[in-house]
């Protein structure tokens, strides 16, 4: 262990800098109870129990669905059940979408079923579906380039196959952007490749938008395996004709609530240490990795602070956001509402990439902070965490208080595995591995009594993290 701190030292010191004997610093005290916290989480189960709650009692959650009640009531109950000081409720307006039948299907050459999904937010087609010759084009960049006879009254294909991970931020514009491009030049309907990286007969859901004064045209996507078979009958090169029939429609105006769990600071409680998920999950599912995974890690770190009878002297608040999947809207509302009170706010970290485990920790605060961060780190680093940059994003959800000039840490997870999963059928709770998720939830914890107890701002609503921001 010593030899190993030895060199973790040294890295630390080249990607934090140097501390000089005037820095603020943690005492031996605060970094030993931050290390024994670390140590206990390994093995505590907490977040692999509150997330088995929440996918056996509530399920699926999707944003404005009649579940999305169930999972603000559990959430509610949840962090009272836990022994938080303090919970309430805070309401997120957005439009409801519902899903309604999918079904679609190869009509000619070689008629055979399709594993669909309506993307979110697409209108339903009309009565009796939509039949039409099928184009295809390897990225949304091909289809945008082709000429608009290419695609008048057909249907797009956009076949992009997502490899890796780190792909995903490109290879979903096609899910995001490709019906209204699609819609542009006269296609009648968007059929994508899902956006994951998997290779199981399950379609990826996930939300899509459509441009001011452009076409509405229905969009869905087919599982990997389907796109396979797809491209494989294109490639003969005789016309392959396909219905698409969706049931899909807006649903109206809904209010949910961004639910929210305190444990309360003993010497400024007014400060406090933000960290979270989104309550809301796809409906195909029963969000165990997205996002349940984030909620329950969050309440777990939270809580397990409180059960070793440890009390911060911030706050640490906890925040389960509404209706992340369709535009992070929850997070939004947060900011909004929290908009007078960012100096306030000691530092922000959210977790939305699945159960971990945790292996990289960057930071973003004001200059004169880094040496705690570089304390911060030495405590993590034996979870096997890498070093960041003095850049972290937050999370999607916290993105919002990250432009608002708020302190933020950006705790990576292993997100390989993530895609296999993300937005199908195949989320749910089988797939959590204590030990990982335990790891992230000791490193949320013991990052989150850390950053409560810091001697000084992180430099919330400082110039240095408002311009930094932008
Ligand atoms: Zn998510």
């Known amino acids: 262990m010593s030899m190993k701190s030895t060199i973790l030292g040294l890295s630390l010191a080249l990607a934090f800098g140097v501390v000089n004997a005037a ?12 290390a024994s916290l670390r140590d206990a989480a390994l093995t505590g189960n907490l977040s692999y129990k509150i997330l088995e709650s929440l996918t056996t ?27 938080f000081d303090k919970v309430w409720t805070e309401p997120v307006t957005f439009p409801a979408w519902k899903r309604g039948v999918e079904t679609a299907e190869i009509l000619a050459p070689f008629p055979q079923p399709l594993s669909v999904t309506a993307l979110g937010h697409s209108v339903g087609t009309p009565a009796g579906g939509i039949s039409a010759e099928v184009v295809r084009f390897a990225t949304l960049k091909d289809m945008m380039e082709a000429p608009a006879a290419a695609l008048k009254g057909k249907i797009a294909f956009i076949d992009h196959k997502m490899a890796k991970s780190s792909e ?43 441009e001011e004064n452009v076409a509405q045209i229905p969009a869905a996507a087919i599982s990997n395996p389907d796109a396979d078979l797809l491209t494989r009958m294109l490639a003969r090169g005789k016309p392959v004709s396909l219905k698409l029939t969706l049931g899909a429609a807006e649903a109206g105006s809904y209010t949910s609530q961004n639910v ?84 306030k706010i ?23 902070a880094l040496p705690l961060v570089k304390q911060m780190y030495s405590v993590l680093a034996p979870l096997g965490l890498a070093a960041g940059e003095n850049d972290a994003n937050p999370g999607p959800d916290m993105g919002a208080l990250k432009a608002l000039g708020v302190a933020s840490f950006g705790i990576g997870l292993d997100n390989s595995d993530y895609f296999n999963l993300h937005h199908t059928p195949d989320d749910t709770f089988d797939k959590i591995e204590p030990k990982r998720i335990n790891q992230t939830a000791a490193t949320y914890a ?21 311009k930094g921001a932008k």
């Open 346 to 368: 000691q530092a922000a970290a959210e977790a939305d990439s699945g159960q971990g485990p945790a292996i990289k920790f960057a930071s973003f605060v004001a200059p004169e």
């Open 57 to 83: 009692e509530v399920g699926p959650r999707m944003a404005g669905s009649p579940a999305d009640a169930r999972a603000v009531a559990w959430g509610v109950a949840k962090f009272k059940e836990l022994g």
């Open 168 to 210: 995903y931020g490109y290879v979903q514009q096609g899910r995001s952007r490709g019906a209204s491009e699609a819609a542009k030049k006269g296609a009648l309907a968007l059929v994508i490749r899902s956006v994951g990286t998997d290779s199981h007969r399950l379609p990826h859901t996930g939300v899509m938008r459509y």
């Open 260 to 343: 929210i769990g305190e444990i309360t600071g003993s010497d400024k409680p007014d400060e406090y240490v933000v960290i979270g998920g989104h309550l809301d999950s796809w409906d195909l599912g029963t969000g165990a990795i997205d996002d349940g995974a984030g909620v329950a890690i969050t309440m777990g770190a939270a809580e397990f602070i409180k059960r070793q009878g440890l009390k911060p002297k911030r706050t640490i608040r906890v925040v389960l956001f509404a209706n992340e999947e369709n535009g992070l809207l929850g997070g939004a509302a947060y900011a909004k509402a929290h908009e007078a009170e960012v100096a």
């Open 23 to 34: 820095d603020p610093v943690f005492s031996d005290a605060e970094l030993k109870a931050a």
């Open 446 to 466: 013991a990052f989150a009594w850390m950053a409560a107890n810091a001697p000084i701002s992180f430099g919330s609503g400082s110039a240095a993290l408002k």
